[in-house]
Structure formats: C-alpha cells, structure tokens
C-alpha cells in the first residue's frame, strides 16, 4: 500500500512517500527539502542552479525531520527504523560531520547503516536517506 505524506516534501519523481508490505514500512529517498518550499536548507545556488556552497548540518537536521515525518504519517515512528542507507556527495569532506550528527539522532534505537557517496542527486542536495521501518 503507497502512503503519501501530506506535510513532507513532493517526490520530485513518480513514487509514494512511502510503501507499507506487511509490518515494513519502505521510504523512497529522502532529502532535506522542506513540505511545499522550493528553496533547499542549507544550500546556496547560483542562477544556473548549481550549488555554490552548502551547510550539511543543516541539511542533516532537515532529512531527519522529513523522515520523522513520513515515519509518523504512515503510522510508524523513529525508534521503529531498521535500516538506513545514506547517499552522501561528498564523503571526504561531509562524513564526519553527518556521522556526529546521526549519532545524537540515534542514541537508543541504532539501525543498521550504510554510506555510500554518489556523484550527484536528483535535485542540488547534499544527503539523501532511504530507509525502512516496521509498523507496530
């Protein structure tokens, strides 16, 4: 079953929001993007569109609040996220920063993980998250 969010940002894309199978819940990427804005937190683009310079701690903060949001919307919550896989642009120089950042979102519950850096995201962002999550 597809579940849309109503205060998450739009997919840029033809997906859901999120998929519920059975007891998982399966979010499509996440990024920092806030509900109806446009403008990206964090992020400074020039006329062209191409990113100038960006805050990942910013953009951090953001995807975090976008996933709690989608996870709440769709009747899950973060302490019910499994597993998180972490598209980041530059690795080299946002990891450390990101890797703090997380660990204060998750004291408790500890997902498993994986980073991977890719070359670019669909829109000019810094950090994308997929994730799954079980439904109680």
Excluded at 14 to 43: A, C
Excluded at 70 to 99: M, P, R
């Amino acid at each position: 079953m597809n579940i849309e969010s109503t205060k998450a940002p739009k997919p840029v894309g033809s997906y859901p929001h999120s998929k519920k199978v059975g007891n998982l819940l399966f979010l499509s990427g996440v990024g920092p993007r806030k509900g109806n804005e446009i403008d990206i937190p964090g992020v400074e683009i020039d006329e062209a569109g191409n990113i100038i310079d960006y805050d990942i701690e910013t953009q951090c903060h953001a995807v975090f609040e976008n996933v709690r949001i989608i996870l709440e919307e769709a009747g899950s919550k973060w302490e019910n996220l499994v597993d998180i896989t972490v598209f980041l642009t530059d690795i080299d120089k946002d990891f450390e920063t990101y890797n703090r950042i997380y660990s204060t979102y998750f004291k408790d519950n500890q997902p498993c993980r994986t980073t991977v850096q890719v070359t670019s995201l669909p829109t000019p962002i810094a950090i994308e998250l997929k994730c799954i999550a079980t439904i109680d």
